[in-house]
């Protein structure tokens, strides 16, 4: 049975609406029927196959376009615009998410024999699209199958998962993979300020504090953010806060001059002007859109 054929017989099971967490730790399943306008999310270290269908994701300055045969690969934790351009009633967008366990990564790589040729002090980017064919396309088939023979899930879909990092390093993009885990990489420093700048994305955090946790100057701390991102770390930060106002807002929990402060603004205007050229709208006309769709 095809992947496509398996991800639709598991939709006929749900009875609720994508995306779907399925019992498989970190495998989740989307569908649309239609297209969409572009959404706003965060995206975890993760493989993302377009299964049917059509997508593009931008992160920073840099989009990327994946249909069916492709999957877009994020190995940084990155705020993103994302919309599925290509789907139908007939033919609807099939999507399947699998988020990385960076220690099994880890361990993986560990028992290569060597690291991936090019593995280097080079950043490159943290996300790239590649096709998923050969052994890679076959673990995520297994995978998926697994959905329906639930008590060999906790057996084995680990040793899959592991046999996906496999392919993953040994592929023409390993080197790019194995910099976020190789832990003296400058990848693996600049994602540890990324966490920071993360957990604290409502404080003021200067370049030289993010530097310092980096171990690397301002301007080359600077510069290697942006070549892993697509994003300075301003930008970084500025659309965290975004989301998370808008979040807010969309919940009811805040206005938007209420939501401006709790994500760090000090100057409601600057919020709205910032808010308006990241959604297309101001905060209330925005949410009032949101609400109305939702």
Request: net charge neutral.
């Amino acid at each position: 049975m095809s992947l496509v054929e398996l991800v639709r017989q598991y939709k006929e099971r749900q009875s609720s609406a994508s995306p779907w967490h399925t019992p498989i730790k970190g495998l989740t399943i989307l569908r649309s029927d239609h297209e969409k306008i572009p959404a706003q999310l965060v995206f975890k270290p993760a493989l993302c196959v377009t299964v049917q269908g059509g997508k593009w994701t931008t992160f920073g300055d840099q989009r990327f376009d994946y249909g069916a045969g492709q999957a877009l690969v994020v190995s940084v934790e990155m705020p993103a615009f994302s919309r599925v351009v290509t789907a139908s009633p007939d033919e609807p967008y099939l999507g399947v998410i699998i988020e990385f366990d960076l220690g099994l990564m880890r361990e993986v790589l560990e028992s290569l024999d060597a690291p991936p040729a090019g593995t280097g002090e080079a950043i490159g980017r943290g996300v790239f699209v590649t096709d998923y064919e050969g052994p890679l396309a076959d673990c995520v088939l297994r995978l998926v199958r697994l959905l329906d023979t639930p008590q060999a899930v906790p057996v084995l879909s680990p040793l899959v998962m592991k046999e996906i990092c496999y392919w993953l390093l040994a592929g023409p993009h390993g080197a790019e993979v194995a910099q976020v885990v190789l832990a003296s990489s400058h990848v693996q420093r600049v994602v540890k300020a990324i966490h920071v700048l993360r957990n604290q994305f409502a404080e003021a955090v200067s370049i030289d504090d993010l530097a310092a946790v980096a171990q690397m100057s301002a301007s080359a701390f600077h510069r290697q953010f942006k070549a892993l991102t697509s994003m300075t770390p301003l930008q970084y930060q500025k659309q965290l806060r975004l989301m998370e106002a808008r979040q807010l807002m969309v919940s009811g929990a805040a206005n938007a001059e209420t939501a401006a402060y709790q994500v760090g603004y000090e100057s409601p205007s600057q919020f709205s002007r910032e808010y308006t050229r990241m959604f297309g709208a101001p905060p209330r006309r925005d949410i009032e859109s949101l609400r109305r769709i939702g």
